[in-house]
């Protein structure tokens, strides 16, 4: 169901939610946590999408906000969603213009729920210290994503610049099957014998610079960027060995490719993670994500990302 409230107040939105709830018989009884989503007009439903898909694993209210043209005049029109156009969720969608074109407390702060966990996602691009945003402020979790930016290295040197506890960036979930796999690899080598490491990925993924930082910072070798020519994010990590490269690869299926020498082929499951499965990650948890925030303050300028920028040219 979809209820269509213009030239409204978040006040006004907050009481038609709890006479919806009064009326129909839905309740917010287990809904976990607030999801605030900043984004524009053309990302609302991508984002609402991967929420609905999140909540039902991850029962929430979700409010989204479609910033507008500061310039227009202030005006702030909404949208209810429950039942089947919600999933396990509230939505809230709220298209702001004028003096309301900007994501802050008092805007939001109607809706949220009470004594819950809150967490913000920006699914475009992401501010420079997402902690010091006023939505950023209220959040225990702050979701970003560098993948859309259009220099994925000087967006993660920003991310690293910004970074507080409780920050995270959906390039680094993304690289969680990819961090398990060549984990598992690592267990069964013996590390002295690793020489170098090889990163191959397209040239505009901050994925695959993330897990250079990640192996650089892990294993104190040499990592080298290459960049694929088709496809896009990670397809393939190599480690350089004296008796015989290990080698796990990944073209455009979802199954990956284990070569060792002298040993048969074997594929692994390796499917690429979809913003579902980012959120869905990213909501289980509301600690600090130490590991990220280690590769970026350490791992970051140990990688020679130098190296990818040379290979391009």
């Known amino acids: 169901?979809?209820?269509?409230?213009?030239?409204?107040?978040t006040s006004q939105v907050a009481k038609r939610i709890s006479a919806v709830r009064e009326d129909s018989g839905v309740v917010a009884l287990g809904r976990v946590l607030t999801l605030l989503i900043a984004t524009d007009d053309a990302g609302i439903e991508q984002a609402v999408d991967a929420a609905n898909a999140a909540s039902l694993e991850h029962p929430c209210r979700v409010i989204v906000l479609a910033l507008g043209d500061p310039e227009a005049p202030t005006r702030l029109d909404a949208e209810i969603r429950v039942g089947g156009d919600a999933g396990a969720s509230e939505v809230v969608v709220l298209w702001c213009q004028g003096a309301n074109a900007r994501a802050d407390e008092s805007l939001v702060a109607a809706l949220l729920l009470p004594d819950a966990p809150i967490v913000v996602w920006w699914p475009g691009t992401p501010p420079a210290v997402p902690s010091e945003t006023p939505l950023g402020r209220l959040a225990h979790r702050r979701i970003t994503d560098s993948s859309s930016c259009a220099d994925a290295e000087k967006a993660l040197w920003s991310l690293r610049e910004g970074h507080r506890d409780g920050d995270t960036d959906m390039a680094w979930t993304r690289l969680t099957l990819w961090r398990i796999q060549v984990a598992g690899i690592l267990d069964h080598l013996d590390l002295d014998r690793v020489r170098s490491v090889t990163v191959d990925g397209a040239p505009d993924s901050p994925s695959t610079m993330l897990l250079a930082a990640w192996l650089t910072r892990g294993l104190h070798l040499p990592v080298t960027i290459t960049?694929?020519?088709?496809g896009h994010g990670i397809r393939a990590v190599r480690l350089r060995c004296p008796e015989g490269d290990v080698v796990l690869s990944r073209s455009q299926s979802q199954v990956a490719r284990l070569y060792q020498h002298g040993r048969p082929v074997q594929r692994i499951a390796l499917p690429r993670r979809t913003d579902q499965d980012c959120l869905a990650e990213e909501l289980r948890r509301l600690d600090p994500d130490e590991v990220y925030g280690a590769v970026l303050?350490?791992?970051?300028?140990?990688?020679?990302?130098?190296?990818?920028?040379?290979?391009e040219r």
């Open 1 to 9: 169901m979809k209820i269509r409230m213009h030239d409204t107040a």
């Open 227 to 230: 960049h694929s020519k088709a």
């Open 297 to 311: 303050a350490e791992g970051l300028p140990m990688a020679d990302l130098a190296a990818v920028q040379a290979s």
